[in-house]
């Protein structure tokens, strides 16, 4: 959301909740504060996610529909703040367990030097050769270069999201994959509870089972020995 829009919205919702406070807010004043605080954000993270709702896979679903959630948070409002907001975003982040760093003030040429960086690591050239275009030009390339893709006959969904300059982060594939959880190893049944690998450290060795047909011959023979 425009920085803008934010402190409009976190103008409005401190000024009706002094009214709340001091008991003297009327039904509209309710209404216009539950809009402010909360629906506003939501409505515009439901639209930013719309791409990845309307033609996401399961996963990017999910991922929106908890982003969506979480913009009805009132706090992220204040997150706009300078320098306030940031280091309360980190701080609940940090109590919640989840490290970052976060700063108030968007600095381009940091947000530059961490494309180049991850360029560089995946040894990508033609990511790095479009990064350093837009730092020349001061223009985006990604329109230009889902023009060229449809023109040529190379174009999918992703290149028609690049024209209308739909942010990564809100297109579908893009949302974060969950790893598999490890299976925790069985223990294997015996008196010890040792795995098969820890028996045979010790030098313990399970002996192989009786087959239903030797365990029948058995038998017979000891009926007939009777």
């Known amino acids: 959301m425009f920085g803008s829009a934010t402190f409009l919205y976190l103008n409005n919702t401190m000024k009706y909740a002094g009214k709340i406070i001091n008991g003297t807010a009327t039904y509209s004043d309710y209404k216009n504060f539950l809009l402010n605080a909360v629906i506003a954000n939501m409505l515009y993270t439901t639209i930013s996610y719309s791409m990845a709702l309307l033609f996401g896979d399961k996963d990017d679903r999910e991922y929106a529909f908890k982003k969506i959630l979480a913009s009805g948070n009132p706090l992220t409002l204040f997150y706009r703040l300078p320098m306030v907001g940031a280091a309360l975003e980190s ?6 367990k989840e490290y970052f760093t976060t700063d108030s003030m ?5 947000i530059y030097l961490q494309k180049f960086a991850k360029a560089a690591k995946d040894v990508d050239a033609y990511e790095g050769a479009k990064l350093l275009l837009e ?4 223009a985006p390339m990604d329109p230009a270069e889902g023009i060229f893709n449809i023109a040529t006959g190379e174009g999918e969904m992703d290149d028609m999201f690049k024209i ?11 949302a974060p994959k969950e790893k598999p959880k490890e299976k925790p190893k069985k223990k294997e049944s015996g008196g010890l509870n040792l795995t098969k690998e820890e028996r045979e450290s010790l030098g313990l060795y399970e002996l192989p089972k009786m087959s239903d047909d030797l365990y029948k ?3 017979v023979e000891e009926m007939m020995g009777d």
């Open 106 to 110: 968007k600095n381009p040429y940091s």
């Open 217 to 219: 011959l058995q038998t």
């Open 135 to 138: 730092f020349r030009t001061g």
């Open 91 to 96: 701080g609940i982040a940090t109590y919640r």
């Open 164 to 174: 209308m300059g739909v942010a990564k982060s809100y297109r579908q594939g893009y």
